[in-house]
């Protein structure tokens, strides 16, 4: 059998966000020697709330290496939804209340990459903006064929849909492009931005993060049988293998038989 994914599986999300905070933190430090700055994608969801507690709740701080410095954080959408910025569905906004408006000033401040909602009426060309943002970053795309990202911060929908690509979907086929528009997302709003899944699996590390109850079926089709391997984080855990990893509480792995760690 090919490397594998790793599952970690905390008591609870407080415990989890500890080890979450020193995971982002050795893909800080990855991404500040690679090119002195941390490139990372985030979803929505949930995901924003758990990532404030792993990173601006008080905690044990080991020296300078354990600091988050979000002043050479270069922050993007892993999806957005085609609304406001500040907009209740926009996940801009829900990072920015989560998130961006409770960092303390010490810890500097991350450039952020919103959507340009100029094009709010044609998704396309949304997509197609955001992946010109992404080229001014990364470079452009006839010069690197794929953005490479330190790390991607993930969530896993009850249908085993991750970003705004869904399971079956003809965006899953997508080769060529970065970023892709979707108007008929099951999960409302319909209209929205994505990252391909090329651009997905290729990150440095791409992590998961997944709790509660309400998550143990779909983690138990992803992670245990061979249905779950063609669902979107199937594919994503597929493509990325040790590159991935899994947070999640006890919850959330119920019954789940893939081996599970209860440590970084
Ligand atoms: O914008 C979105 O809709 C999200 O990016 C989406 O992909 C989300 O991450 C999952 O649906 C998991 O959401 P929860 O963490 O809330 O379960």
């Given at each position: 059998m090919g490397k594998q994914v790793n599952?970690?599986?905390?008591?609870?999300?407080d415990v989890l966000a500890k080890s979450l905070r020193t995971y982002v933190l050795q893909c800080q430090s990855a991404g500040f020697e690679r090119h002195g700055a941390f490139k990372v994608a985030v979803s929505g969801g949930s995901l924003p709330k758990?990532?404030?507690?792993?990173?601006?709740?008080?905690n044990d701080t080991g020296g300078a290496d354990r600091v988050v410095d979000f002043s050479k954080w270069e922050v993007f959408f892993a999806d957005e939804r085609a609304v406001p910025l500040d907009h209740e569905d926009s996940n801009y906004r829900l990072?920015?209340?989560?998130?961006?408006?409770?960092?303390?000033?010490?810890?500097?401040?991350?450039t952020v990459h919103p959507i340009d909602v100029k094009y709010l009426d044609d998704v396309q060309e949304m997509a197609d903006q955001y992946q010109e943002e992404l080229m001014r970053s990364f470079a452009a795309k006839d010069s690197v064929k794929l953005p490479l990202f330190?790390?991607?911060?993930?969530?896993?929908?009850?249908?085993?849909?991750?970003?705004?690509?869904?399971?079956?979907?003809?965006?899953?086929?997508?080769?060529?492009?970065?970023?892709?528009?979707i108007e008929d997302s099951p999960k409302p709003p319909a209209k929205r931005i994505t990252l391909s899944l090329p651009v997905v699996t290729h990150g440095v590390k791409i992590a998961f993060i997944a709790t509660?109850?309400?998550?143990?079926?779909?983690?138990?089709?992803?992670?245990?049988?061979d249905e779950g391997r063609s669902l979107p984080c199937g594919l994503v855990n597929e493509k990325?293998?040790?590159?991935?990893?899994?947070?999640?509480?006890?919850?959330?792995?119920?019954?789940?038989?893939?081996?599970?760690?209860?440590?970084?």
């Open positions: 599952l970690y599986s905390f008591a609870d999300i758990t990532l404030a507690k792993a990173l601006l709740e008080p990072l920015k209340d989560e998130l961006l408006d409770k960092i303390p000033g010490h810890l500097g401040q991350p330190d790390l991607l911060l993930l969530g896993c929908g009850p249908d085993g849909h991750t970003c705004s690509l869904f399971p079956n979907h003809e965006l899953l086929r997508e080769s060529d492009a970065w970023v892709v528009p509660g109850a309400g998550k143990k079926d779909i983690l138990k089709l992803i992670l245990d049988t990325g293998a040790e590159r991935v990893s899994w947070f999640t509480d006890s919850s959330a792995v119920k019954g789940v038989g893939f081996p599970r760690r209860g440590s970084l």
